[in-house]
């Protein structure tokens, strides 16, 4: 079993969808996660981050993790076209950046 | 420029050949980060280089990869005698720690896709 694992997708909505992405985690000792958004040819963006578990919004996008379950959740509301892209979870024990382990991603495409 | 700068963009490259790929950090940062990515794998650490620390190269797969840092600032990442199997986009970051957030911030290069004929 790998340790962090992501539905690869794709996943194709219309715009103005909610989106959901989640990731499952077996290690326990995880307390830092982190959502990157990737665009095709580009690095990985990080997109946002949270400690521990709760949620966390900033404009569309809401982080929530839930450590009793090891689940966590990116959600994109209102989706744009712009939204499309490959969108990474990733997650450590410490906050120290060679430690942190990603998912394999979802493709996301936001149809117009 | 502002951004981490990765070099060559694209290489193809015979089975059995030397790969030299470079990494331009963003000025100022002293962490930097080799990662391999693979089609439908997650971001698979290879090595970490922080200032003037031994670098940690915990994730190299095998001996035919190495990697230096001059003069705490440009990398390059060598694969020696490449094997199909190494075709993949190699990936740098670089972060500074944010500690307001008590965390590493990192920003990532575009990557340089490899292809191993």
């Not at chain 2, 963003?26 to 794998?41: K, V």
Request: proline share 5%.
């Amino acid at each position: 079993q790998k340790e962090v694992e992501q539905d690869p997708g794709p996943l194709s909505v219309p715009e103005g969808a909610i989106v959901s992405l989640n990731c499952t985690y077996s290690n326990s000792a995880f307390q830092y996660f982190m959502w990157y958004r990737q665009y095709s040819r580009k690095g990985p963006e990080l997109l946002m981050y949270t400690y521990s578990s709760g949620n966390k919004e900033d404009g569309r996008f809401t982080a929530q993790v839930d450590k009793s379950s090891k689940y966590i959740s990116l959600f994109i509301r209102d989706s744009q076209p712009s939204d499309s892209a490959t969108y990474l979870c990733a997650m450590s024990a410490n906050n120290y950046g060679q430690n942190f382990v990603f998912g394999p991603g979802t493709r996301l495409s936001v149809l117009p | 420029g502002a951004g981490v700068s990765q070099s060559p963009s694209n290489k193809v490259t015979e089975k059995g050949k030397d790969v030299e790929l470079r990494c331009d950090p963003i000025s100022g940062h002293t962490a930097l980060y080799w990662y391999r990515q693979s089609l439908g794998q997650g971001l698979e650490f290879l090595i970490y280089f922080q200032g003037n620390s031994a670098p940690d190269k915990s994730g190299l797969p095998s001996d035919r990869f190495s990697a230096e840092r001059t003069g705490g600032s440009v990398s390059t990442l060598t694969i020696q005698r490449t094997q199909q199997e190494d075709s993949a986009v190699y990936l740098c970051a670089s972060s500074f720690r944010a500690d307001h957030l008590g965390m590493d911030i990192q920003y990532f290069g575009a990557g340089t896709r490899l292809s191993v004929l």
